[in-house]
């Protein structure tokens, strides 16, 4: 497969394209990037490496941070955690409070907000210095020491972020939240603020392609099972209400962000991570699903 | 891969273990199986076939045959056919209305209820004679002349079905059922009378292992890139509002059934279908989730 | 009080005030009516009569009649059919079918379209010819013999209700409906066929001025707590989920149709017809709610 | 009427008959009632008063109270108060979050919790000290100088009023909270906590029999049309949702309090406040409800 080729073919093909949709004005650390900002970066378990485009710019990962506090949580206490929320798509929006009320209080999926919230306060429970010991998990994952909080970006989305206040409250109103509300969205609102590049978040990912270990090969993160339930929860509640459109047209198991950023896992091959600021209605990158659209058909390959 | 002592050595273990739920009451068609019913048959790719217990008695195949029917449909009008539904998750039950008036009569996706009569809509819309030809395109990909509707449990269905009428007319006043609802109506309760085997099951839906070829690879059914968005509906709403457990726990796409049929398709490899009366709270059968999930984890290959 | 001079009044405002809103394009016969129709005609207990505009014109009083089949219902059944559906205003549009689904088939009142139906399945069950019974009730409590069913509306109505059909088959699903759907439906077609000019209006809901009573007195059609009870139920839901406005504006309980037709009762003093053709968004008539609005400040009487 | 001889009669009626439901447990505070508490005062326009059981007792009126500040901001701001809150019925219990998500932050009516909040922003919005310039509001129309904030009760409810909370911020993300949450739920928690007798309740509600003049006459707190308004938005609205069925039976404007009290009115005649702490499922007084419809049917009195 002359993955090379490919992903150049079809980089400069939505390059030249039209540039649908928004740059999020959730924050204003989000929206001053500028909506023509376009980054690709493969890694593959056979030891490729292609970037194309901005894939050296750090950008804010936001929701797709949700995959590393899932791992960390999941490794912690196993199939224990889904006592408190569930793997179900939601089939609604990622910041509905709607199906709580029906649910009582359980989150469907961890990816979305109110499921990340109750992750967040499973970690902090378990952790002495949550946040602390959190941002040295992903960097050890990532093999990355630089990786860190924007603390800009934190403070940012506390001063806006009522909805996610909201959705803390709700839950533990119902008591499926075990610390103190502004603690649990403190540690949510940091999370959502680490910056990566393409680069630096396809080789973070790179275990799940790998069945739970690092790409050193030294370093299981998780266990195989683990990674494909996780990859497997991707592939249902990934893009929200929009999960199942790229499971149809993707065919990956993948994670978005607001920021603009999303990860795509092929199990057993590779990890490859995008970036283009424009948002969708459903608030996914306009770009950056169509990029890996297109690709998946051209490499004939996915995991159906 | 030792599928033979695997299939063996799980089937021994469920069969010995508990069995939970009820069989479904919805028809007295249903309702009159026994619960200890249990089958399963494997069909590889390359040319293996295992069976076990009851895999060659016929039961109703209740929803699977949705599979077939969006097949026929996707195949006839290729993508125009998701200007009339969607491919969501839906989050709700499988015979819910409530999505459909905030979603104005456009059903989530083909597996639940109200895709299915849309897709049947369509059908009635494109060909002369619906169950004849319907029938003769089931026959064809099933390479199996007999396959044949249970006049009886249609019957059935439409004396108990007002459920299906009432989806049927609700979709029908927003203008997205182009035929009579009493038509559309028996033209479904018809498609879903079909009974087979495990063996049969697990032969029809060969196609979409292979890449929408049949079998003997002479007749390709649909293209391949269909056979993979139908695998990837599949994965994302196969199983209604259990369709996030089923791929968490068993990673394959999957299609379940009332009557207690499950179908389970590894792309590239094989397919499986399984049978096991006593459905669990979703409706779907209890024993042959059980018996993917443990297929799935000791066979250690799913597609995540 | 001078009710003629302020009736005069304020017909003569609104009239020369703008004409907001559409005819109805529900059935064709209602989206005929000119735009312009306006009547109003009080009836009081002390024998005040008052007509004016166009009061002497027959229009479909559509949803109107619903008090008419409930009065029927409650007085042959008493308490009884609160088993079957409650007296709660719904939050929702008259046809919503979403409360169904998480109230089990309980209607949350006689008014929306799913009560209706129940109380029409209510009387079939009761009664040994329905329709030719209902109309014979109806033609009494209004001294009326001449009322009749069109059945050109009720035809109209047949053919494209669907959204009825689909209520009452849902509602049949969960067991509240005894009847076949075909015959429910047919009989509840008919009643809202009913056109009466607003003077056979007016005069017709004196009874629930009146404690229950007919105008001549002698005819005792329910008792005064059931006529109190109906009053109530009107109140907090005769206008949809547009009740609650129009109690806080007019402060009288009321009832609309979407021929364009209002009757509003002062218990004890009067009962008053209004129609006019052109509805607000929420379905009930402009100019008929602003006429009714505009009266009772007016008059500075409502029953609060 | 011997009102005197009604009360004692249905009041020992009810004392002797059975006391269902529970005292709420929501905070301590209301929890150590005794649930054989039972109090009831009337105060008549034309200068009766009648007492009888514990209607010299102090009780937490909590909902009640947002009646007062309903009339305080509509005193303030008049009709412009709409612009930012309905006057519907919700169909839904009084803590629901899901229709705000619908209905874009616009709480259907002042009586919710939702809609409370938002009354407290308004007046946050418009005083100088909000919750001293509405203690003395309170005084002021209720002629009792000595009423006063439970401090205790108060911080009850702000230690577990996690649901609130999330009303608060839920609503301010769509923009319909002008004030910190924070701000504005210390003042809704302080309201909820004020104490009154059945005596000072029935007292105070006197300006809405009264056309919105205080019981003295000197002392209009609001208009008219005001007072109605107010009380048409009780009567469909002051019992979340149960107000169709205190409307059916007692049929005249309320508000009841999770305490266990209720306040009812009889406009141009009396108002009657009531109180016993065991509440039904619904949240409202048991005993409360069943004396008020028992009282109204022996009246033969009601607004219907």
Known sequence: MDYKRIITHVFNEITSGENLGQVSAYIPELAEKSPDKFGVYLTS?????????????????????????LTMAYKMLGEKIWERLGVEPSGTAFNSLVQLET????????????GALVICDILIS???NPKAEFLAFVR???GNKKLSYSEKIAAS???TGYRNVALCNFIKSFGNIENAPEV?????F??????????ELSKAFLYLANGGKTFDGNNPVITTSQAKRINAIMQTCGFYDESGEFTFKVGLPGKSGIGGGIIAIHPGKYSIGVWSPCLNAKGNSYRGMKF????TTETRLSIF
Chains 1, 2, 3, 4 share one sequence.
Request: hydrophobic share 35%; aromatic share 10%.
């Open 45 to 69: 378990l056979n030891h490729l490496e292609i970037g194309m485009g901005d894939h050296q710019e750090k950008f804010s990962i936001q929701s797709i941070a949700k995959v590393f506090s």
């Open 103 to 114: 649910d009582k209080g359980i989150p469907r999926n961890p990816f979305i907000n109110a």
């Open 126 to 128: 378990q952790l002495k």
């Open 140 to 142: 050890e994952i990532t």
């Open 157 to 159: 989305e506390k001063a």
């Open 184 to 188: 649990v969205t403190d540690f949510y």
């Open 190 to 199: 940091h999370l959502c603020s680490i910056e990566m590049t393409c680069e």
């Open 292 to 295: 890996l659209e297109q690709f």
